[in-house]
């Protein structure tokens, strides 16, 4: 087993996968301009759609889902007419409007129907990559979150998992085989520093060429002890999500990848209304219980758009990187493919853009990450 993905043990005392380094390793797919990383998959993307006949055709490959998931759908819609199976396994949440204040009395009632009790994570409902995820402690932030989103939108309250484990587990199937496989599975870890008793928050995380994206990041908030000095060997979490934009790191967990696993994400997927591709986005314990296919909450789940994260291992050589997402792109077009010969019309690229402008516009009014 690699050392990154050994287990180790939290304060808690339970297992969970810490990795050795957080330092850059010998890839260069997560330090290279997005830019540049687009060139080759847009030359295959057109590729593919000279083949395929269609520019849009991976927006047919989840009919149930706005754009298949390929841009601007909302991550209630995933949940929305999940069978018990799928429901089971997802985290609870409950769905809040800015179209107009809500009292102290109505949040908590809210909160209470859903079962839901403070810490809880705030996301909107209509985001990618992290923005505007916020860990909320009590009523007044979470009043302030409100009261900073853009008006007659839709924000997601979720319960606050505190596993040090997470996991993207990407799933396809065929729909004319009807085989549901698990193509690729990263480990995600959280931008965190090692204190060594000498140096204050703010300076470890300059030091460090990972964390300190977070100084680079607009739209996340800084440590709000920055000042305090950890003690040594003391490992500090520096934000609540684990995007690479702030500093989290992405591992390669293919050697996870089971039957069992396999088995119990197929059944996930097949409880939801046409659901073929995406990434589901979980949280976990333990690695072995993971592999079982046990032991996992689903935070959310994305679809035709989502990215191949496991190509984002530092450890992974560039071309066998890219190599992943060309897979991803070619796997996702054979899907469309069969969609489409069932009858699903793929969205006009005009309707695409119009979801990517009004998410981007979004995206940049949305209270700060943290």
């Known amino acids: 087993m690699r050392p990154e993905l050994e287990l180790g043990r939290s304060a808690s005392g339970t297992a969970a996968p810490l990795p050795s380094s957080t330092m850059p390793g010998r890839g260069t797919l997560e330090r290279m301009p997005k830019w540049l990383i687009c060139i080759p998959l847009v030359c295959q993307w057109l590729w593919l759609a000279l083949r395929y006949r269609s520019a849009t055709l991976p927006a047919a490959a989840n009919p149930a889902i706005t ?41 908590r009632q809210m909160m209470a129907d859903a079962a839901l009790h403070f810490p809880v994570v705030a ?14 402690d009590d009523l007044v932030v979470l ?45 995600r870890y959280f931008p965190r520093v090692t204190g060594d008793g000498r140096r204050t928050l703010a300076e470890l995380i300059v030091a460090d060429p990972r964390a300190s994206r977070l100084l680079d990041s ?51 997927a097949r409880d939801m209304p046409q659901f073929h591709f995406g990434r589901f986005d979980v949280r976990f314990d333990e690695l072995p219980a993971l592999a079982d296919g046990t032991g996992f909450t689903i935070m959310e789940i994305n679809g035709a758009g989502s990215e191949a994260i496991q190509a984002w291992d530092p450890e992974t050589p560039l071309l066998r990187g890219v190599a992943m997402i060309f897979a991803k792109q070619r796997t996702l077009f054979a899907i469309g493919d069969s969609m489409r010969r069932r009858g699903v019309k793929p969205l006009g690229l005009l309707a695409l853009a119009r979801l990517n402008r009004r998410q981007n516009l979004l995206i940049d009014r949305y209270p700060p990450s943290n």
């Open 67 to 107: 754009a298949g998931g390929l841009v601007g759908e909302g991550k209630l819609e995933y949940f929305r007419d999940m069978g018990p199976v799928a429901r089971a396994a997802t985290a609870r949440y409950c769905a809040l409007s800015t179209h107009c204040r809500s009292s102290s009395a109505e949040l």
């Open 123 to 136: 996301k909107p409902d209509l985001g990618l990559c992290g923005y505007g995820v916020r860990r909320i």
């Open 218 to 268: 607009a739209r996340h908030s800084r440590p709000t002890d920055a000042e305090r000095i950890p003690a040594a060997g003391e490992q500090v979490r520096l934000a609540t999500i684990g995007s690479t934009r702030v500093g989290g790191l992405y591992r390669d967990g293919r050697q996870w990848i089971t039957p069992a696993l396999t088995a119990a994400i197929d059944a996930i």
């Open 143 to 187: 009043q302030a979150y409100l009261a900073a989103f853009p008006a007659n939108e839709t924000v997601v309250l979720q319960e606050y998992l505190g596993q040090e484990g997470e996991a993207g587990i990407f799933y396809a199937r065929d729909p004319d085989a009807g085989a549901g496989r698990i193509i690729g599975l990263a480990l």
